[in-house]
């Protein structure tokens, strides 16, 4: 079905894999088909959590596609970048709680992309950076705000400015990436933790994202106001009613994600 990307549906996980080996750069045609399968994913109701990773060992995504960009002329360029953008967002705020499983080289557009994920898991062999500055350009998919929100305004500067590339372990101690597994390993953490999430009640699930995304933007007496409504929506949730019986039955909860 598609010839960028490819998707493999595992119970109630879904896996996408960047499928433009060794480097897996993000073109126009890629984000086309990961916009329509996260549209499909969305229509899948037996899908819970979503994974991202990137085909082969040598990159997760090493940035956008340079040799389409250099022949895009400023125009052409600008619909290249609110394809992305959108797409992105999209990912971002996809209802389902997402992984970024990190392997390789995350550069660029690729580390744009993984900052949209809900989770960072890296493989030890893994580097992150954005180095638009040495192309004369900065990051355009969202970096320069989601970086600093993420690693805070100077480790942002200090990234963009600089160009410069960090390791796992680095991007580990800056709160980048939640944890860092060995190479061989990766897929199958990325897989455990989205069992652990998959287990969760869908509602609330959905709720707490939404909360989290919608209030970081918003001051905070606006954030919390928002706060309620997610938790009042939650709350009404048939699962609400299932999690405090079996709570006060000292028993574990049945969710059906209603």
Known sequence: MF????????????VIKLNRPPMNPLNSKLFGELE??????????????????????KAFAAGADVGEM????????????????DVLFKLENLELPTIAAVNGYALGGGFELALCCDFRIASENAKFGLPEINLGIIPGG??????????????????????????????????????????????????????????KPLVALKMAKVAINTGVNQDISSA???????????????????????????????????
Do not use: W
């Open 3 to 14: 010839e960028t990307i490819k998707v493999e549906y595992e119970e109630k996980v879904a």
């Open 36 to 57: 329509a399968a996260l549209d499909d994913l969305c229509a899948r109701k037996e899908i819970k959590v979503l994974i991202i990773t990137g085909e082969g060992d």
């Open 224 to 258: 919390l106001k928002f706060e309620t409504h997610a938790f009042l929506t939650a709350f009404s949730s048939e699962d609400r009613v299932e999690g405090m019986k079996a709570f006060l039955e000292k028993r574990k909860p049945n969710f059906t994600d209603r």
């Open 70 to 85: 250099a022949n895009l002329s400023p125009f052409e360029m600008y619909f290249f970048c609110k394809k992305s953008r």
């Open 142 to 199: 969202g970096g320069t705000q989601r970086l600093a929100r993420l690693a805070g305004v100077a480790k942002a500067k200090e990234l963009i400015y600089l160009g410069e590339i960090v390791d796992a372990a680095t991007a580990e101690k800056m709160g980048l990436v939640s944890k860092v597994v060995p190479a061989g390993a990766l897929l199958d953490e990325a897989k455990e933790m989205a069992k652990k999430l998959a287990g």
